[in-house]
């Protein structure tokens, strides 16, 4: 593994989504699906307003547009759906 995921899975299990989310914005230019599925995840469990939300339900839906013929595809409908509740 390369740093940069070291570093999300290790914010990830301190549970420092705050800091996740801003590290990979800022570290990641081009997000693949599977970031892009992390990011929308840690967006949620940091903060609960209608643009954090929006944004992730946004991130979801990309994912599973992105990849919708793949476990990773399948993984963020179900995200997005879950959100959605």
Do not use: P
């Amino acid at each position: 593994m390369n740093e940069q995921f070291l570093n999300i899975k290790k914010l990830f299990k301190e549970k420092k989504f705050t800091e996740l989310v801003f590290y990979i914005e800022t570290e990641f230019i081009n997000k693949s699906s599977q970031i892009k599925n992390i990011l929308a995840v840690a967006r949620l469990l940091s903060q609960k307003n209608f643009d954090t939300y929006s944004q992730a339900i946004q991130e979801f839906k990309d994912v599973y547009l992105q990849e919708k013929h793949t476990q990773l595809g399948l993984e963020g409908l179900i995200n997005y759906i879950n959100a959605l509740k």
